[in-house]
Nanobody, 121 residues
């Protein structure tokens, strides 16, 4: 019913930048919030940044002042601009959308397939 397609991951040197994108499509009525989570090998998935439809944002302390989350509501797309990347930012990054559907009542959480970000020299 809903697909989240991520793009923009890759290999970057410490101090470099990457921009992730995630586009949501399908039987979407309204998206309340979108965001990014990450999971490093052997660790639990953790919140990176989220943004509501009204533009309110929340960041993990570890990425504040380095990462910026933004959103294009018309395109159902969320972005994550990552600057000053560190090796500890290496992880699979997952997009998440908190939304309602056109065909089924209720509120649902959907995940993308994940995109690898590797920070290494």
């Amino acid at each position: 019913q809903v697909q989240l397609v991520e793009s923009g991951g890759g290999l970057v040197q410490p101090g470099g930048s990457l921009r992730l994108s995630c586009a949501a499509s399908g039987s979407i009525f309204s998206i309340y919030a979108m965001g990014w989570y990450r999971q490093a090998p052997g660790k639990r998935r953790e919140l990176v940044a989220t943004i509501t439809s009204g533009g309110s944002t929340r960041y993990a302390d570890s990425v504040k002042d380095r990462f910026t989350v933004s959103r294009d509501n018309a395109k159902n797309t969320v972005y994550l601009q990552m600057n000053s990347l560190k090796p500890e930012d290496t992880a699979v990054y997952y997009c998440n959308a908190d939304l309602s559907l056109t065909v089924t009542p209720g509120r649902y959480s959907y995940w993308g397939q994940g995109t690898q970000v590797t920070v290494s020299s």
